[in-house]
């Protein structure tokens, strides 16, 4: 049947991606590397080229109210629901090609392929390019889906970036309706689940000589901006037993994360920043700031660590005669994946002859927002470069990327056919 020859996949498609990632990299807002921010002329022309693609591909598309590109590719029953197909195609400073946009532009060769095959599913298919994932310009993560999730913070449009424009100024001059935004949230009866491809930004698939992976939950987070305050002294006056450096206490604190983050198997924790006001060569640091991001694949998991480092720095604080003062500046929770779309994801990626492997991700994505609203899962591809991203050093392969086509599509066509016979339920996959 028509459906069963779509999963037939007729190759050629990892060397489009990357020909098409190449050419959506010729957009840049520096001359020396990749960077593409929220809704400059850039970004716009990122996206009028992504519409136009979809426009291609047969899909019907528009740029909303949040700068999302959206493409459909419709079901015969105009009131069926809709599988998401997704990822971001704005980029961090000095960027790679493939954060993101892999997962729009696998997306994207999948419908071209069930166009020319002239394939309907028994839902729509929604490839949605979301327009802010980075939170680069405006210092606010997942503005796009957001919207789509219903989880839009009003708020953020009187937010400002670096000059002076706020968000519903710059939403307004790219020609959008920054009221509209709220309008966009989709409603959970009309969702038949979300999956995002994306580069896996690590070196676990590359170590083990696996192109893919299914995501078996998507870490949350807690950060904290952290404030030493010692006493600011003579580098040559005052006895090293009568200090009160904030700076040694910093050290203390930046290695007792390290030991605490090394006991658990998804847990990570990082000192990111870490800046001394006012300070000199031949003075004893009177203040230090830096910054603490801690993260594991559940919640108890990364709570339990916090907790830990909170006491510790009591202790470091008393130890050493400093003040301590932790303020939270954001704790996004845990994401556990789909099993219903892991074993699917799973089924697919073993018809390609390759052994599934699970693995949880450490990287927030747009799927998070869509936790609770819909199923949601994630399909990892191999990095290159030892897993680099953020990066112009990221890459992958056009066989890495063929495959990641594959799998999604398989995936795609067995949910077509029916949940009845997933693997896990009678052991039999519908194609």
């Not at 599913?121 to 999730?149: I, K």
């Amino acid at each position: 049947m028509a459906i069963e020859a779509a999963a037939d996949a007729g190759g050629g498609f990892g060397a489009r991606i990357i020909a098409l990632a190449d050419r959506l990299a010729q957009w840049s807002e520096a001359s020396d590397g990749l960077t593409c921010t929220y809704l400059t002329s850039t970004h716009r022309a990122v996206a009028a080229q992504l519409q136009e693609w979809m426009v291609s591909a047969g899909m019907a598309t528009t740029i909303d109210a949040a700068g999302n590109v959206v493409g459909r590719w419709a079901a015969a029953d105009p009131a069926a629901r809709a599988l998401l197909l997704c990822s971001h195609y704005d980029t961090v400073r000095n960027a790679g090609k493939y954060d993101g946009r892999l997962g729009i532009l696998v997306a994207l060769v999948l419908v071209e392929r069930l166009r020319a095959l002239g394939v309907r599913l028994p839902f729509h298919l929604d490839v949605v390019a979301f327009s802010e994932e980075e939170g680069v310009r405006f210092s606010a993560s997942f503005l796009g889906s957001s919207a789509l999730a219903g989880r839009f913070d009003p708020a953020l449009l009187e937010r400002c970036d670096a000059d002076g424009q706020t968000m519903a100024g710059v939403v307004r001059a790219a020609g959008l309706d920054p009221a509209a935004i709220s309008s966009l949230a989709r409603r959970a009866d009309t969702l038949a689940g979300y999956l995002e491809v994306h580069i896996e930004q690590g070196p676990v698939l590359l170590e083990e000589g696996l192109p893919v992976g299914v995501v078996s939950a998507i870490a949350g987070t807690v950060r904290r901006a952290i404030t030493i305050t010692g006493m600011a002294g003579h580098a040559g006056t005052v006895p090293m037993g009568r200090r009160h450096d904030a700076v040694a206490a910093a050290a203390e604190l930046v290695l007792y994360v390290e030991r605490r983050c090394a006991q658990g198997a998804t847990l990570v924790g990082t000192v990111g920043r870490l800046t001394v006001p006012n300070g000199a060569i031949n003075i004893i640091p009177g203040r230090c700031d830096l910054s603490l991001d801690v993260r594991a694949a559940d919640d108890a998991t990364r709570d339990a660590a916090m907790a830990d480092i909170e006491g510790e720095i009591q202790r470091i604080a008393a130890r050493r005669g400093v003040a301590i003062e932790s303020q939270e500046l954001q704790r996004t929770p845990a994401v556990k994946c789909s099993p219903r779309l892991q074993s699917l994801l799973a089924a697919a990626v073993s018809r390609q002859g390759i052994v599934p492997r699970y693995l949880p991700s450490g990287a927030g994505h747009d799927a998070m927002m869509f936790d609770g609203l819909t199923d949601v899962a994630m399909l990892f591809v191999r990095c290159g470069n030892g897993g680099v991203s953020h990066s112009p050093r990221e890459t992958i392969t056009a066989e890495d990327a063929e495959v990641a086509v594959r799998v999604l599509l398989d995936a795609v066509v067995m949910m077509a056919e029916g949940d009845a016979t997933l693997p896990g339920e009678d052991g039999r996959s519908p194609v």
